[in-house]
């Protein structure tokens, strides 16, 4: 589907509720949660979404982000659910989300895994890294590598259902396949669950390491510190708490900041199937 300027913005009205609530919940818990890449830029430059794109995304430390996904589906509202392994355990996703109940924003190749197929907004947890690059360049490799395995489980799983060229299973090598079908014929996906997590969280008990990363991604890493110091900035009709040096952690993660880049980088995530209220309303394709 394309988005009209009217249902985008009825996107960005559904983000910005699903954020607030999240807030309100990281407030009774006492947890830090931040803005994270496009969202930071967002922040940074429009005090909202940015006009075009489709998603929020959020930051905790491990620790509570563990604690979140414990604690938080008894604090949200009955109209928000928490996807999470731990809640649905056929999410093809390594992170959480955080979901508006009776909403629909279906992905390509996802109508095959029962889960909610909700408006969401993401939140990943940030590890701690080692200050040596070529010991992090290992651990982030070795992460990606549970990460992938975790992932393509659910799409191994209904091989049979989801066409080839849907399937993120058939884009490994055949190689990479045959090692991943014994993993799958011999461990629990709740093994690999537990063993991606502590791999993640590896160097998390090491105060000598400065920085914090999502371990899968190169550039979305920070000065512990600046977790540590957050600041409140407006967003939306609200407002959302950011990274300390923002503009820093921002230049490192996107070299070529800018305001306004060329038309063609100002991308989203448009959906197969969007509704704002699958009981009532109209459902767009």
Known sequence: MRYTEEILGGVHATLFEITREIMRVCRLLDIKCF?????????????????????????????????FLREAPALLGEEFVLQEFATEPDTPFYWAKVMKRDTLFLEEGMEYFDIHHGMFVDIFPFDRIPNDRRLERFHRAECAWFISAFSLYPYWQKRREIPRHQSLYYRKSLLSRMVLGVLYRTVSRKWLYDKMNKE?????????CRRVN??????????REWIEGLRMVPFGDGEIAVPDHLEEYLMGHYPSLSK??????????????LSFDTKNGITYE
């Open 200 to 208: 993640l969280g590896w160097f998390n008990g090491d105060d000598s």
């Open 214 to 223: 999502v371990v899968r991604m190169p550039h979305d890493m920070m000065e």
């Open 35 to 67: 803005a994270i890449g496009g969202t930071a830029i967002g922040a940074h430059f429009w005090q909202g979404i940015i006009p075009w794109d489709d998603d929020v995304d959020l930051g905790m430390v491990r620790e509570e982000y563990q604690r």
């Open 260 to 273: 306004l880049p060329p038309e063609e980088e100002r991308i989203n995530h448009a959906p197969m199937k």
